[in-house]
């Protein structure tokens, strides 16, 4: 689910913009570091292995079909930090030839897809990619990359105030769990064929340690889907609990300022007043971005 | 295919093909956020901003009924939330989905059909953005074409091979045979890629790409990005005064 310009509200895409710049540029870095030079070109083939796979109809039944969206198995193959510089590369061509989601929203789809949702289908597969459950394990990380991606941009538009009921919602989820659990067998199927050609194909998971932190991931991301399924389903029992805790004030004016911004019908001149101090906050940002990338350059470089 | 046409479309000899990207890049960004962050009037601001657009198709020389067409891919997606907003009660909102996400679509196809890609990724290169990123997506650009084509015909070797869909909840034959045609096609990728790695050593590649470009930010350039942070801003200001 790539979302468009005009559908995030300007705190959500802006926060989302200055989230994703370092951390892509720290995963070119990484990448960069930690491949050849000869695996430029192999990335950006693999971006239109990526692109051309959605040629490539799964049949599911009754005359449907389903394609395969990639980052998962991206990130077995060329390792979390190639995938996600890949990855970002695929929704840039995406948002500027194919006008697929937005360029004020490319941030909000990076940190969704290539981030959030890759290292999310990389966890298991590290965790218990060698052992007797790497079956499951490559399943599950398939499944959960594009849970987890479409969960979260479902929460960065409600949270920008777009309506949705919960009837709504409710069917989105569903839709959702479906085609995850339509890309985790996808991504299994290309997986053992992929074994099967050529076991070099795939980087080996890590067996050791950083268990633990494996764990609370995964914990994390089941967490957050169940929260949201949950708030879908009982609305007016988080409003409960919020009245019941005494968070429900902070938690009203925090979910209703963006939508607020669209209603101020007002004000004439604050605008002008906005947008220049979003302007202006956003060239600084840009301005620190380039400052803080020539310095560690330099520094690597001395 | 159809991105073809935006290949063909950005090597014109317009005065907006012209500018140098950068002078484009900044220009479209200020639309983007100016229109994004709109909130009162939104009605004739969208309309003056869609003139503001078609203005620069024309002056491109672009066909116009076909840019306005390539936009409207926006359209099925949006579609959708403005329906559920319209259902809920809002009908503002759903017009200003609608609008922005269209008129957001067809600022950035007025940038990508008159500047080349290459140029435009040689453009954010001096603005800032990783290098690494930029060639990874000009390499995906690149091979986009030859990717795709050995996708189709593998498709059609599959079609050919299992027939048509059969009508049964799962088939699993049918699932493994489309995954290991997908494992082939990833293994050719990964086959041309090494290829094309060792032809660029060949031909002594450096680590990054030369364009010939050789554009300059100039005078032009930067008037031109005036003209539109005026024009842009100016526009929004005149409408919400005035309405």
Partial sequence: ?302 | MHHVVLDRWSRGGSALHRRDARAKTIAVLVFLIALGTAQRAFLPLSLFYLGILAAAILAAGLPIVAALKRAAVVLPFTAVFAAISLAAGEPMRAAALVGKSYLSALAVLVLVSTTPLPELLGGLERMGVPRYLLMVAQFLYRYLFVISEEAQHMRAALQAKSGTLKRTLWDRAKFGAAGRALGVLFARSYAHAEGIHQAMLARGFQGHFLTLSGRAFGRADAFFVAAALVIVVGARAAVEAWI
């Fill in chain 1, 1 to 302: 689910m790539h979302i468009p310009d005009g559908f995030l509200a300007t705190p959500v895409w802006a926060t989302l913009d200055v989230t994703a710049a370092p951390v892509v540029g720290y995963l070119a870095r990484r990448a960069q570091r930690g491949l050849e030079q000869s695996k430029v070109p192999l990335l950006g083939v693999m971006g239109a292995f990526v692109f051309a796979a959605q040629m490539i109809n799964f049949p599911v039944g009754m005359g449907t079909s389903g394609h395969l969206v990639g980052a998962a198995l991206l990130a077995y193959t060329l390792g979390p930090a190639a995938a996600g510089v890949v990855l970002t590369a695929i929704l840039a061509v995406q948002a500027l030839v194919f006008q697929d989601g937005g360029i004020l929203a490319l941030g909000a789809n990076v940190i969704n897809m290539a981030i959030v949702g890759m290292l999310a289908g990389y966890l298991p597969y590290s965790l218990w990619g060698a052992g007797r459950w790497r079956r499951q394990a490559i399943f599950l990380g398939g499944f959960l990359s594009l849970l987890t991606s479409a969960v979260l941009a479902l929460s960065e538009l409600l949270l920008s105030g777009v309506a949705m009921p919960a009837a709504v919602l409710r069917i989105s989820l569903g839709l959702f769990v479906i085609s995850a659990v339509l890309e985790g067998a996808i991504t299994l199927a290309i997986i053992q064929a992929l074994a099967s050609i050529n076991p070099d194909f795939l980087r080996q998971p890590r067996s050791d340690g950083a268990r633990t932190l494996g764990w609370i991931g995964v914990a994390a991301i089941f967490l957050a889907v169940a929260g949201v399924a949950i708030a879908s389903a009982y609305p007016d029992g988080i409003q409960k609990l919020a009245d019941a805790t005494g968070i429900s004030s902070q938690a009203k004016t925090l979910l209703r300022t963006p939508l607020a911004d669209y209603q101020l019908g007002t004000m004439h001149s604050v605008w002008v007043r906005k947008a220049g101090a979003g302007l202006a906050g956003l060239s600084l940002i840009y301005g620190a971005l380039l400052l803080g990338g020539k310095l560690l350059a330099r520094k690597r470089g001395a």
